[in-house]
């Protein structure tokens, strides 16, 4: 691997971290977008240069989406707002939660997922940003309710090779799946429980808190999900899901992320509970499957071994494309942990950070 | 109308370095438009894409807040002074 770069964001500010020795050792560059919390990042390196987006607030001047085509040196704001509902929506983004590049048929195709609950689609590389009103517009939309974290559009995920085929992620709305490009969308929950409903409607359409769902590019009809109390797995694209939470010390988390070449191989970051925050047990310790969420073993080799209370947000843990892979978790604590060989074994690559809320890697040709 | 608006240091970035810049309008919405026509990245700052006042966002119209009512309906007089000011919410520490 050449040049990787790793971008933490975190509660007051952007770290870029670079290496040039195949992600044995991390230099950091300078904090940016000082007491700025920056919620989402991403790397689309499908044209040349490479453009890193920020989705960046502040408390009293709103949210900023923002591009650099210099790996991070200088940020460009355009003149015109980038993402904004339209006029007589009565609606204004409130935090930009996810930023992903769409696939590479559409090269210059970037999506948004924002706080209140909806979806934009870029088709100038993220200048300027459109919303899909199909999502917008959905009947269901009025019962959506916010997560903990807010109303909150975190997780898009475009089909590897069918452009119109696009899942979002909402808390507390769960999954939602179009087939036809953002025109209509249908829910996508059966089977995952809504564990703080009434007992007898824990398992409704949709209004579940699913705070992540993820999958490997070869099998895109198998996703996983880590849920509000609950970690599952779907053959079928989300018609329906089934727990595979066996292993794990508990199904309690935010953070999911899928191996870049092994699709039976998944890395979670279990906490103990919703009203518990913390590593069970508070052992710092990442759980991997091998075989599809059938088992879950523990990784902790490398990391603290004392008590250990910062928890994992739901984009704070990546993988990126190396063979074997680098994996990487952010905690609240403000450390950033790496593995390069799979999660065999970690180390610390920063710390003494604010707390962190977004990790994204890339290999930089 | 011909007014001064005069910026906190966390906003100069967007103003050239100025501490203050000059806006026109006899109300503080169309000074506000005639903002966004000359200096967006700035205006957007101020108010959101339905043009309304950020939650976390003081002005004072010649010492006089503009919370509560229409903000936007604010008269804003020949040289008068609009005074921005980040509210003291709106961090999470």
Redesign the interface.
């Known amino acids: 691997m050449g040049l990787a770069i790793l971008l933490i964001g975190t509660r007051k500010g952007l770290m870029i971290a670079r290496s040039t020795d195949d992600r044995r050792t991390w230099a950091t560059d300078d904090f940016q977008f000082l007491n700025q919390e920056v919620y989402s990042v991403a790397v689309d390196t499908r044209r040349d240069p490479p453009r890193i987006f920020a989705g960046v607030g502040t408390g009293h001047w709103g949210p900023l989406l923002t591009y650099s085509d210099d790996l991070g040196k200088s940020w460009t704001e355009p003149e015109e707002p980038p993402i904004g509902f339209p006029q007589g929506s009565e609606a204004s983004v409130a935090r930009v939660w996810q930023i992903q590049p769409a696939t590479d048929q559409q090269p210059d195709v970037v999506y948004a997922g924002v706080e209140p609950h909806a979806l934009f689609r870029s088709d100038d590389r993220g200048q300027s940003f459109a919303l899909v009103e199909g999502l917008w517009e959905h009947p269901h939309r009025p019962s959506w309710t916010p997560g903990g974290g807010g109303a909150c559009l975190h997780t898009i995920l475009p089909h590897p090779t069918e452009p119109k085929d696009v899942m979002v992620v909402m808390s507390a709305a769960g999954v939602y799946r179009t087939r036809d490009g953002g025109t209509s969308w249908e829910p996508a929950n059966r089977g995952i429980q809504a564990a703080f409903l009434p007992e007898d409607q824990r398992f409704p359409e949709f209004g579940q808190c699913v705070h992540k769902v993820a999958f490997h590019p070869e099998h895109p009809e198998r996703l996983f999900a880590q849920n509000h109390f609950g970690v599952y797995r779907s053959e079928n694209r989300g018609d329906s899901w089934a727990p595979v939470e066996s292993g794990l010390p508990s199904n309690f988390g935010f953070a999911l992320v899928a191996h870049p070449h092994r699709p039976e191989t998944l890395y979670n970051f279990p906490l103990q509970a919703d009203a518990e925050r913390f590593p069970p047990k508070a052992k710092l310790r990442v759980y991997r499957t091998e075989n599809a969420g059938a088992d879950w073993e523990p990784l902790s080799q490398g990391l603290p071994t004392d008590p250990y209370y910062g928890a994992v947000l739901r984009d704070a843990m990546v993988a990126d494309s190396g063979d074997p892979a680098g994996v990487y978790f952010g905690t609240r604590l403000g450390e950033v942990y790496a593995s390069r060989d799979d999660g065999d074994t970690w180390a610390l690559i920063a710390g003494h950070l604010p707390d962190v809320l977004s990790l994204r890697v890339a290999e930089i040709a | 109308m011909t007014s001064r608006l005069l910026l906190p240091a966390?906003?100069r970035h967007y103003a050239e370095e100025q501490a203050e810049v000059e806006i026109h309008g006899g109300t503080l919405g169309d000074a506000l438009d005639d903002l966004a026509e000359r200096l967006?990245?700035l205006e957007?700052?101020?108010r959101?894409?339905?043009g309304?006042l950020?939650p976390?966002?003081l002005m004072f119209v010649d010492g006089v807040s503009v919370r509560g009512g229409a903000p936007m309906d604010t008269p804003v007089g020949d040289g008068a002074e609009v005074f921005v000011a980040?509210?003291v919410?709106?961090?999470?520490g």
Not at chain 2, 89 to 92: A, I, M, Q
């Open positions: 966390a906003l967006p990245q957007r700052r101020l959101d894409e339905q309304r950020r976390h966002v980040p509210a919410s709106g961090g999470t």
